[in-house]
């Protein structure tokens, strides 16, 4: 059953401390991405990753990292910089940076 | 102005009335186009796509693209109440670097 996963479903941080979300995918895609959503504000891509062991900033990267060291898994850390961190993070997949995008359920981070 | 505007709703109708979304966007450039639903705290799930102007039918969902006026649309018929959802336009442009922009979504409530 291919697909895209996401875990884990919600998450809590406590402050100055780092957290990672995990995404793992087996649709045998190349490219990969991940999303914030906020209410009223659609989604704003953090980081994207077209190929194995490279990825690229997106419009709101302060405050994040990844790592691409698989093709199946793009892993995203939320760091203690990230000052606002309460969101809803999706992760998703393509074939290539040209083709539909498919999302994952979602991961829910609130802060403690 | 934001690149790609979608009315937020909600939009509540009637079960079996037919639905009409809209986006524009600003850039001529945009070449796919994109419907997304997305039901609460879940992942947004791809409905339709397409790159050309004119109608794409699949059940009871049609999405229509007018390239001239940078307008897209997605109606569906006879709604049912599993129909209530967020719904997101999405563009892709291919000129120069590919960049995927979401709309902010509008929430539709279909009343049994």
């Known amino acids: 059953d291919g697909g895209i996963t996401q875990s884990p479903k919600y998450l809590f941080r406590k402050e100055g401390q780092n957290v990672t979300l995990s995404c793992e995918q087996n649709?045998?895609?190349?490219?990969m991405y991940w999303y914030r959503q906020d209410p009223g504000q659609g989604l704003r891509l953090i980081y994207y990753?077209?190929?194995?062991?490279?990825?690229q900033k997106g419009d709101i990267a302060e405050g994040y990292s990844v790592s691409r060291e698989k093709k199946e898994s793009f892993p995203l850390t939320v760091t203690s910089a990230q000052k606002n961190p309460t969101a809803f993070y999706l992760c998703?997949?393509?074939?290539?940076?040209?083709?539909?995008?498919?999302f994952g359920p979602g991961t829910r981070l609130l802060v403690l | 102005q934001k690149e790609v505007e979608q009315d937020p709703g909600p939009l509540s109708v009637p079960e079996g009335a037919i639905v009409s979304l809209n986006c524009t966007y600003s850039n001529s450039a945009f070449q796919y186009f994109m419907w997304y639903r997305q039901y609460s705290r879940k992942g947004p799930e791809l409905l339709m796509y397409?790159?050309?102007?004119g109608n794409k039918e699949d059940g009871r969902f049609t999405a229509q693209v007018d390239k001239s006026s940078k307008y897209i649309s997605l109606f569906i018929r006879d709604s049912q109440p599993s129909d209530s959802a967020t719904y997101l336009c999405?563009?892709?442009?291919?000129?120069?670097?590919?960049?995927?922009?979401f709309g902010t979504g509008t929430r539709l409530k279909v009343l049994a």
């Open positions: 649709l045998n895609h190349d490219a």
């Open positions: 990753s077209q190929i194995v062991n490279d990825f």
């Open positions: 999405a563009v892709l442009t291919t000129s120069g670097t590919y960049k995927y922009i």
């Open positions: 998703a997949s393509s074939i290539d940076l040209r083709e539909t995008q498919y």
């Open positions: 397409t790159y050309s102007s």
